[in-house]
């Protein structure tokens, strides 16, 4: 994997990577499982196409141990005008808690940044009290879904308008 953040706390890297990467299989295979279980149903990983995570138009992150074992996943993709989506966020249950989400969140959220988009939508569950927790603790408000046929039971739709990362304000504007 290329390094594509420095390493955090814990000797970790964020990297992008193909999302047909076996890095990437593995753990979108994982919150497949674990969303089954949950709700009964799940979308397939393999129903994205790998080319809807690439460069400009999105990125696949890979959050992963010095020795590559990767811990958790999220990529960004173009849903619309400077909107991105976030999907396939995950990370693996022996790995929680330990910022890993968070992290992966803010560097999708950078990279989108970075390709011009201004805001950023994505579905969780309704059940995935942890994501919903850390959703809105990132600033992001429940909106209507924005995906046909979705079950408000299950789904929840999220939305945050992106400002300019606090890394890049700080290299423009010097310290804050």
Not at 25 to 50: K, N, S, V
Not at 71 to 76: N, R, V
Not at 138 to 150: A, F, M, Q, S, W
């Amino acid at each position: 994997m290329t390094q594509l953040l420095p390493a955090a706390a814990g000797g970790w890297t964020i990297a992008a990577v193909s999302y047909d990467s076996a890095a990437a299989r593995g753990l979108t295979q994982a919150l497949q499982r674990e969303q089954f279980a949950t709700y009964g149903r799940a979308d397939a990983p393999e129903a994205t196409a790998a080319a809807e995570f690439e460069s400009p138009h999105g990125v696949f992150l890979v959050a992963a141990r010095a020795d590559e074992t990767a811990l958790a996943c999220g990529g960004w993709r173009t849903a619309g005008p400077a909107t991105a989506e976030v999907k396939r966020m995950y990370v693996a249950p022996t790995a929680r808690g330990q910022g890993h989400g968070r992290r992966l969140l803010e560097a999708l959220e950078q990279d989108a940044w970075r390709h011009d988009m201004t805001q950023v939508i994505l579905e969780t569950g309704v059940s995935n009290h942890a994501a919903l927790a850390l959703y809105t603790h990132c600033g992001y408000t429940l909106v209507e879904p924005y995906v046909p046929g979705r079950d408000p039971r299950i789904n929840r739709a999220l939305s945050k308008a992106l400002s300019q990362p606090l890394m890049a304000r700080q290299q423009n504007d010097g310290p804050m």
